[in-house]
Structures are given as C-alpha cells and as structure tokens.
C-alpha cells in the first residue's frame, strides 16, 4: 500500500454523538479524498481537499464536514452520527500531475448504534 | 448520481477462463480507470486509458476504450483464483473520480 493510513479502523459509536476518522499520508501527495462504500452503491465521494486549508463537497455530503491544516492529515468528522452513516469509510490520495489515479487506505468500518 | 455502471454486477468462471466486465458511462472524460477491490481492503489501481486511447494492456489485462459508445470493459485473461475480487471502473472529471458500483468476480478453481 501507498504510505496511507487509516484511524480508527473499526468503531462503535451511539446515534448523536460525534466521531472524527483520521487519515494520515507520507506521499506528500496534494489531494485527499473521503468515500463511503455501502452495499449496492459503490463508492461515493463525501468532500476532498486540493490543498492545505483547501476543501470541496463531494455526493453524499450532508452531516459531515472535513478539515485539512496539514498536507498530510485529512479529518472527516460526522457531526452527530446517525444510523444511515453507518458504513465503510475510505481515504485517498493523488498527486494529480498527470492524472487522477488514487491510492486508497484500507479503510474504517463504522457502526452507528 | 453514478457516472460508471459496471455489467454484469456479478460474474463467476473457471480458473484459466478469460472474464470480461464492462463499464458505460454518462458524460464525456478525460480518462477511464480500473481499480481492484480484494475484501475488506482499499481499492488498487489497475490500469488507466486516456481518452484518445482505443485500447491498453498490462500483463493479463487488456482494456479497450469507446468513446462513441461511452464504454469500456475490461479482460482478465488466464484467469487465477487471487483474481477473486470486485472491479470498479472510474472516470476522471475536474479533479475527482467518479465510480460504478463494481462487477464481483468470482473464480472457480
């Protein structure tokens, strides 16, 4: 795998209360993607960085939010978690030179309660 | 919405056999990609074919490109047992992916 982490990789948390993923990169690499996999729809984009400070909206956007204040970390925090945002989150990165080409963390399972 | 749709959704031969899975898209790319799901693990990239492209191979894959039809597939050749997994395509567009919803192949020793 690409230098990509992910943290936690599994967590149980109860409906209302907030939960932050972490994904940590060595790649240096410029943009940093957060999905969510659910059976039947494959990947879906929730928000991605282009840069430091630098975030956008993906699909699935609502009840989450993002923050990147280093190239290399890119947290995805769930406001108030709900049992529709249960699922399995993945980060990736890409240098985005000559293509979009992601390399992806292994994942964090999550189950809202 | 999804951009790629991947056909069939689920597909199972005998080891050695060749699989062919397809990808039809929405609206015009940059490029088209193919990623490799194992379970319970991130994605891998496989391979990437620009738009100008007809046709790409890498090792026992081969990739074929129609832009007039807005579809791709994807041939695994020979095929092997640890090429059990799901495969997504993805196309390119302003600076993000956009994924199908992924064939499951399934190989048959």
């Known amino acids: 795998d690409a230098g990509i982490t992910q943290s936690p990789r599994h967590k149980v948390t109860e409906t209302g209360t907030p939960v932050t993923l972490r994904c940590h990169q060595t790649e240096n690499h410029r943009y940093m993607y957060w999905y969510r996999q659910d059976p039947g729809h494959g990947l879906r984009l929730i928000h991605y960085s282009y840069g430091v400070k630098d975030t956008d909206k993906g699909e699935v956007s609502d009840g989450y939010s993002v923050s990147r204040s280093k190239t290399e970390d890119f947290l995805l925090t769930l406001e108030s978690a709900t049992s529709s945002q249960t699922s399995v989150y993945f980060c990736?990165?890409?240098?985005?030179?000559?293509?979009?080409?992601?390399?992806f963390g292994p994942g964090t399972r999550l189950t809202v309660t | 919405s999804q951009q790629g749709e991947e056909d069939p959704q689920a597909l199972s031969i005998q080891e050695g056999e060749n699989a062919t899975m397809n990808c039809s898209y929405k609206?015009?790319?940059?490029?088209l990609q193919w990623y490799r799901q194992n379970s319970g693990r991130g994605l891998v990239h496989l391979i990437l074919?620009?738009?100008?492209?007809r046709e790409k191979h890498s090792g026992r894959l081969r990739v074929t490109l129609d832009t007039s039809k807005k579809s791709s597939s994807l041939l695994i050749t020979a095929s092997r047992a640890a090429d059990t997994a799901s495969y997504f395509c993805a196309t390119d567009g302003n600076e993000k992916l956009t994924f199908g919803t992924g064939t499951r192949l399934t190989i048959i020793p």
């Open positions: 990736a990165i890409s240098d985005g030179r000559v293509s979009y080409e992601q390399y």
């Open positions: 074919i620009r738009s100008n492209e």
């Open positions: 609206t015009s790319i940059n490029n």
